[in-house]
């Protein structure tokens, strides 16, 4: 399901023409099926622990972000 995904995720970003394409994973499974499509656009992987964002830095055009789930940020969130 993943390399479907990642394969029409890919294909869309070059039709429109997207600055870079966004995915959440926790895993970091659906960044790597995104970069094996090799994007134009860069892949930016929001990853919740930081050895998935260590082990997306090797994967070609994945940029990982690391987003940690506080009460902070959600009130944060809310106040937007």
Not at 17 to 42: F, S, W
Not at 49 to 73: C, H, K, N, W
Request: glycine share 4%; hydrophobic share 45%.
């Amino acid at each position: 399901v993943n390399e479907a995904i990642a394969s029409c995720a890919v294909k869309t970003a070059w039709d429109v023409q997207a600055a870079c394409i966004v995915a959440l994973t926790e895993t970091g499974a659906m960044g790597r099926a995104l970069a094996k499509y090799r994007p134009i656009p860069p892949v930016l992987a929001i990853v919740s622990r930081p050895q998935i964002a260590r082990q997306l830095q090797i994967s070609r055009g994945v940029y990982p972000l690391l987003f940690t789930s506080d009460d902070e940020v959600h009130e944060n969130t809310l106040e937007l």
